[in-house]
Each structure stands twice: as structure tokens, then as C-alpha cells.
């Protein structure tokens, strides 16, 4: 399958700091990528769509001035944890989608944060 | 509001024994079904798209029932290895992105 790789794996951070996370398509292009976040015990919620070259679109309750998003390039999105706080602790993923036969999505292998 | 429901478990079940998960989803408008396998804290990964005329892969097998708008996983001849969480996944539908996921259904099998 597709190939998505994540940077960094894991993250401790103070409170108060930002965090940037960076989503890459290794092998090819995606015009969307998705970000989500999973808490312990927790099923994924999908947090924002990130789209090449517009603006993410975010899920309600999920504010877009903290969790900032850009899509620059073809095979990059990432996603920046602003004036992080402990609660914003958790196992933050993101897919690619790939349209190919059966649309589906390919996941990153994701980064721990943990905000002290 | 959109969901997917799973029992959570965990299935015990020996190894070599065939189980079945269900899940079942609220949103209509959904089009795609997944099932992915999610390891202890590591991404999902894909196991098999679900398709309305139900489909096989191996020892894994999928249906889907849109009337009752029901997915089922059936796993034959169990193997240490399969034991994981297994995540019921459908899109959202309507022209919407993105994947709604149910909480998993936590298998172990045991030798």
C-alpha cells in the first residue's frame, strides 16, 4: 500500500509551546490528507481536511486558531499544535487519501505528544 | 450525529476458533466500509474495504447489510497474530471527507 510517514514519532513539550507536526506521502501525491487525534481507550476523531493549496476545512469543536494547518505541497501537510496545554496530550495521525480503485485512506504512523 | 458502534469487547477466543465482529452505522449518506486493525499504539492499518456483494480475502471475510446499515467481520482459523483491535471505519458521506471510526473491538487470541 501507500506510503505515509509522520515527524516526529513522539514529542514532550512545555505548556504554552508550539509543536509542529509534519504528515509526508512518500511515494505519491495527495491532494488531501486528513489530520486526526485518538486518546487513550479513544476511537480517532477526525480533527480538520487539509486540502493542497486552500485552506483546511476543521470538524466542529475543533479550533482552527490552535491547530493550524498547511497543506503546501503535494506530498506535505502539517499540523501545528499552537500554545499547547496538557489536555492537548494525545496520539495525533494523519492519512492520505488514494484514489485508486476503492477510495481509502493510508495512515501515518503517527506522533505522541505529551505536554507537561 | 454520525456514528459507528462496535462492542468493545475484549473476544477471547482460542486459536484456530472462527469469530465475528458486527458494528453498525448511523449515517445514510455513507458510501465506502473499511475494517482496519489497529495495533496496541500504532496506526490503523487497512484490512479490507467491505462491499455490498460482501467480499473475501483469505481467512477474512466482510458483509454488508446497507438496510439495516450493518458491517460484519468474520475471521476464520485464528492466529496469534490476529490478535489486535479491530476498528469498524465509513466515510461520512454527503460530499464530506474524512472517516468516522468506531471505538474498535478488542480480539486476543489465545493459545
Known amino acids: 500500500g501507500a506510503v505515509v510517514s509522520q515527524h516526529p514519532s513522539r514529542v514532550i513539550c512545555k505548556s504554552g509551546t508550539s509543536v509542529k507536526i509534519e504528515c509526508r506521502s512518500l511515494d505519491f501525491q495527495a491532494t488531501t490528507m486528513f489530520w486526526y487525534r485518538q486518546f487513550p481507550k479513544q476511537s480517532l476523531m477526525l480533527m480538520a481536511t487539509?486540502?493542497?493549496?486552500?485552506?483546511?476545512?476543521?470538524e466542529q469543536g475543533v479550533e482552527k486558531d490552535k491547530f493550524l494547518i498547511n497543506h503546501a505541497s503535494l506530498t506535505l501537510s502539517t499540523l501545528t499544535v499552537t500554545s499547547a496545554h496538557p489536555e492537548d496530550s494525545s496520539f495525533y495521525i494523519c492519512?492520505?487519501?488514494?484514489?485508486?480503485?476503492?477510495?481509502?485512506?493510508?495512515f501515518g504512523p503517527g506522533t505522541r505528544l505529551l505536554v507537561l | 450525529r454520525k456514528e459507528v458502534e462496535q462492542d468493545p469487547g475484549p473476544f477471547n477466543v482460542p486459536e484456530g476458533a472462527t469469530v465475528a465482529f458486527n458494528c453498525t452505522y448511523s449515517n445514510s449518506a455513507s458510501q465506502s466500509f473499511f475494517w482496519y486493525r489497529q495495533d496496541c499504539r500504532k496506526e490503523p492499518k487497512l484490512l479490507m474495504s467491505v462491499y455490498s456483494s460482501g467480499n473475501e480475502d483469505g481467512r477474512f471475510t466482510a458483509q454488508l447489510n446497507r438496510a439495516s446499515q450493518y458491517i460484519s467481520l468474520l475471521i476464520r482459523d485464528s492466529k496469534l497474530s490476529d490478535s489486535a483491535t479491530y476498528l469498524c471505519v465509513v466515510n461520512q458521506g454527503g460530499g464530506a471527507d474524512g472517516l468516522t471510526f468506531g471505538k474498535g473491538t478488542h480480539l486476543i487470541i489465545q493459545p
Open positions: 487539509s486540502n493542497e493549496g486552500s485552506k483546511a476545512t476543521y
Open positions: 492519512s492520505a487519501r488514494v484514489l485508486a480503485g476503492v477510495e481509502t485512506q493510508y
